[in-house]
């Protein structure tokens, strides 16, 4: 009897030993396609993965001066060409005029980068958003 239950619990080790390559098989599979996946979301969303935050301030001549910070949130694709929109804002919210400002930078998985640039902002501009609005993935042509 005790034979038999040396056998049983060796044949039953050899089981599980083989069950955790398999399992380890299927959960490598499983990442890689995962993987894939999240590739191809932040492909075709780009505009989800890139943040950006800046502030104004006037300089001697009287043009408003935006400085920029753009993040990537993504974990796979780096991102090019973003495309900024910079609006601005009277005190009463109004939308006075909007630019669009491309930053020609690479930006790596959870990288960033700044931009700076100089308008004449209409007159009664007391606050200016930044919002991407499109990017392109470095493989896109």
Do not use: W
């Not at 969303?45 to 408003?64: A, C, P, R």
Request: glycine share 6%; net charge positive; hydrophobic share 40%.
């Amino acid at each position: 009897m005790k034979k038999f239950f040396h056998l049983l619990l060796v044949v039953f080790l050899i089981l599980s030993a083989c069950n955790d390559q398999q399992k380890a098989s299927v959960l490598k599979d499983k990442y890689e396609s995962s993987k894939l996946t999240l590739e191809q979301i932040e492909k075709k969303s780009t505009v989800q993965f890139l943040q950006v935050s800046g502030s104004k301030k006037k300089n001697l001549i009287g043009q408003t001066v935006v400085r920029g910070t753009i993040v990537s949130n993504a974990k796979v694709i780096s991102y090019k060409d973003i495309d900024v929109k910079i609006s601005f804002y009277s005190k009463t919210g109004a939308l006075l005029e909007e630019d669009h400002e491309v930053v020609y930078e690479i930006i790596k998985p959870g990288g960033s980068t700044s931009f700076k640039s100089k308008y004449f902002a209409p007159k009664g501009t007391t606050s200016v958003l930044f919002k991407v609005v499109g990017a392109l993935s470095v493989e896109d042509k």
